[in-house]
């Protein structure tokens, strides 16, 4: 009996030792915090590298503006289009300010660009239409030139200074240029036939040999014209062949008047010797002077002059081409 008590106390205790483990509280898992700071920080230094970058951007592209201010003013778009002008001018003193400030004037920028672009543009294209007005030129694009006129009076009386301006500026100094360049090529063909035969002229007289540092350097003008017609300066090209058929007809007029004065001479020294022979032969009938060589006078058969040798005036005439044809990249 005794026994039995004893195992149902150990049994006891065995059990509430078993009860007393099994609900000791738990351990609960370290939570780890977050550095909350560290994220805003982050996302702080990627703004500043964005707004450095913005930064560095926009004074490239203000140095870009005036640059491009400073072409509109040489070109004369403040007296061209005066309106125009000054709006953009203040566009550009506001830009500067609000930059100063620190505000993001990306867009702002790019517009004031186009800006100073077209207006250089458009003063262009007026000083070209009065460069076509004043020489008659328009008849040799009619209807380009009329339509850069009329886009030229449009944008003078506008005031919407927005990107279809700038547009249009553009589109009329394409247009005058293109009339311009018409007829220059048309002038320049025609002086380049007249330089020609002028230099055909100046070869029929031998000016290479007469006169050849002078007839030389009218080859290289000719040439220089010749370079500026296939590379597209067709006004370039006229002003040089013009060079080069002004000196070759200079040259043939002058030498022209050397030869033939030097003829007038040969015929009077022709004269003379008629008239020396002819009192030569009075001479032989009154005093016979006989065979025995005389002191001063040549024997009849001596070579008194070299033979002409007309190798270096053969050699001497530079080639050039009748015709010129332009590159295929102008003739578009």
Known sequence: MIKSKLVLAAFAAMSLALISCGSSPKEEPEIQEENVSEAPA?????????????????????????????????????????????????????????MEQ??????????????????????????KKAKIDENGFA???QNVYNDGSSIISELASSKDYGSDWNK????????MTFVLKAAYK??????????????????SIKCSVSRKADYDKFVANFKSGDQNYVTGNPEGALA???????????????????????????????????????????????????????????????????ADDFTKAENSEVEIEETIEESAQEAE
């Not at 201010?69 to 403040?78: C, E, F, H, Y």
């Not at 249009?168 to 247009?175: F, H």
């Not at 048309?186 to 070869?203: C, G, H, I, M, V």
């Open 186 to 203: 048309s002038l320049a063909q025609a002086e380049r036939t007249e330089a020609f035969k002028a230099k055909k002229n100046a070869d």
């Open 139 to 141: 008849s040799y694009a």
């Open 240 to 306: 040089n062949y013009t060079k080069a058929k002004e000196g070759f007809a200079s040259l043939y007029t002058q030498v022209s008047e050397a030869r033939a004065q030097a003829q007038a001479a040969i015929e009077e020294a022709k004269k003379r010797v008629a008239e020396s022979e002819t009192n030569a032969q009075w001479a032989d009938k009154e005093k016979p002077l006989g065979d025995e060589p005389v002191e001063g006078i040549e024997e009849a058969d001596t070579q008194l002059l070299e």
């Open 168 to 175: 249009k500026a553009v589109s009329a100094d394409a247009k």
């Open 102 to 127: 620190g505000e993001d004037v990306s867009a702002r920028l790019k517009d004031l660009l186009a800006r100073y672009q077209a207006l250089k543009a458009y003063a262009d294209a007026v000083a």
């Open 42 to 98: 982050e996302e702080s230094q990627d703004q500043e590298q964005i707004s450095e970058d913005n930064s560095e951007s926009n004074e490239a592209t203000l140095s870009k503006i005036e640059s491009s201010r400073q072409d509109a003013i040489n070109a004369g778009a403040q007296d061209a289009a005066p309106d125009a002008f000054n709006a953009a001018e203040e566009e550009y003193n506001s830009v500067k300010a609000a």
